[in-house]
């Protein structure tokens, strides 16, 4: 294959991939922005966290709450913990690497906030403790994964949304994964635009 039509590949896979989710991911997604909204109308926050091009979804999620997507409304309070990284590196040498997340949760998540895992696999060591220590502070879970849910999945309670794409490739995953963080943001702000 010539990269002419490899880059065409991609691009059809891409599109495949995201029509023949559609129909599955469109529930969970909805549900999952209920629950965003409603912890929101509590006066509760999201926390998200995730690790390489996931980490990056989960500032990308974060500053469209806090700043605005599409439409002009109130700020949201959503924290991203990939950011710090005088915590993140302090975390992962006084402990360990799988700490860098939970131990954020611990001084900042309170009962009714939302964590926002993301992980392609869902096996990641950090963002299974995370959502361990966000049960410890009563908080729900929205987790966004591919394959077949790996760790996370079993984890996962009633109270929570796992928002999984049906995929085994991580850039097709992440593509979804940002689709779906836009669809989020969309439904929020239309809620709260059109209230």
Do not use: W
């Amino acid at each position: 294959m010539n990269p002419k039509e490899r880059i065409e590949q991609n691009f059809f896979n891409s599109a495949q991939l995201k029509l023949s989710a559609m129909s599955t991911l469109a529930p969970c997604i909805e549900l999952a922005s209920q629950h965003l909204l409603e912890s929101f109308q509590r006066s509760n926050k999201v926390l998200s966290c995730g690790n390489g091009g996931s980490a990056a979804d989960a500032q990308h999620f974060s500053s469209e709450l806090v700043n605005r997507f599409e439409q002009e409304r109130r700020s949201l309070p959503a924290i991203a913990l990939t950011t710090d990284t005088s915590a993140l590196t302090s975390i992962a040498n006084d402990y360990r690497f799988e700490a860098i997340f939970s131990r954020q949760i611990e001084a900042l998540g309170n009962a009714g906030d939302i964590l926002l895992a993301i992980s392609t696999t869902g096996n990641s060591a950090n963002i299974v403790q995370a959502i361990k220590t966000a049960y410890s502070r009563n908080m729900s879970i929205i987790a966004l994964t591919g394959y077949d849910g790996g760790k996370i999945a079993p984890l996962l309670t009633k109270q929570d949304v796992e928002i999984r794409v049906p995929a085994h490739n991580t850039a097709r995953i992440q593509e979804i994964h940002l689709l779906i963080i836009h669809c989020l943001c969309d439904l929020i702000d239309h809620h709260l635009c059109s209230n």
